[in-house]
């Protein structure tokens, strides 16, 4: 009987008679109690191990177990539910599922003003062991994204990004990290010409300026008055 061990036998010798409701046998059996479960703990959609697997023995059949999934570095389980199966003759598994840990930075830039408008957008990724993971998408928000034109920082931000799992199923979000734009001002030195005259009370004028470093964006300048005493 499967399940079962044969203990003994009542009668253990039986001579048959002409009263059949005495020719009985009765056969005793206790529950096999050298079965096993195994526990595993599976990077989602994967038999990668997130953590070693573990076997617990001496167990006695038909009775039921529970586990809950465990705490791991750098996962996180894709259900808390605790899961409970009966022992058997079998193979008798319980299997937890894990995220990977995904940190998401968005992307900066660093430009000189220019006139133009400027657009950052996108991030990087790095899993729970620090490695890129390249392609990773997600259906459930917005890449951050922030544009610019004049000097100044401009934050790149995430909104809604926590806890997300990306499309494959393998990555959970855990951490972010913003990313900026920075349009740095431009530099333009102005240098007035040279000029002289006997003092005569008035002020020495000559609008002469020239750029002699950097230069302005087109269609942009500066005004200026030379005056001189």
């Known amino acids: 009987i499967a399940g079962y061990t044969y203990d003994s036998a009542s009668p253990e010798t039986l001579t048959i008679g002409i009263d059949s409701e ?3 046998i009765t056969l005793y059996y206790t529950k096999r109690s050298d079965l096993s479960y195994t526990v595993n703990y599976y990077w989602n959609g994967t038999t990668d191990k997130a953590a070693e ?3 617990v023995e001496n167990q006695t059949f038909g009775t039921e177990v529970t586990e809950f999934p465990i705490a791991i570095e750098g996962y996180t389980p894709v259900s808390s539910e605790k899961q409970t199966i009966t022992i058997g003759t079998g193979t008798n598994v319980i299997t937890f ?4 840990n995904v940190k998401l930075t968005a992307n900066s830039s660093e430009v000189t003003y220019d006139g133009n408008e400027h657009t950052v957008t996108g991030y990087t990724a790095k899993d729970n062991e620090n490695k890129s993971v390249e392609g990773l998408t997600f ?3 917005a890449s951050p994204s922030v544009s610019g034109t004049n000097a100044g920082t401009y934050d790149v931000t ?3 990004a926590e806890n997300k799992v ?10 972010t990290v913003n990313g900026k734009l920075t349009i740095t001002t431009r530099s333009v030195t102005l240098t007035s010409a040279d ?3 006997v003092y005569d009370g008035d002020p020495l004028t000559k609008h002469e300026v020239t750029v002699t470093s950097g230069s302005f964006v087109t269609g942009e300048g500066a005004t200026y008055d030379v005056t001189g005493s």
């Open 22 to 24: 005495k020719n009985v």
């Open 53 to 55: 697997s573990k076997t």
């Open 97 to 100: 599922y894990y995220y990977k």
């Open 139 to 141: 259906n459930d928000f």
């Open 158 to 160: 995430f909104s809604g």
């Open 166 to 175: 990306s499309e494959d199923g393998l990555y959970i979000v855990t951490d």
């Open 195 to 197: 000029a002289e005259k």
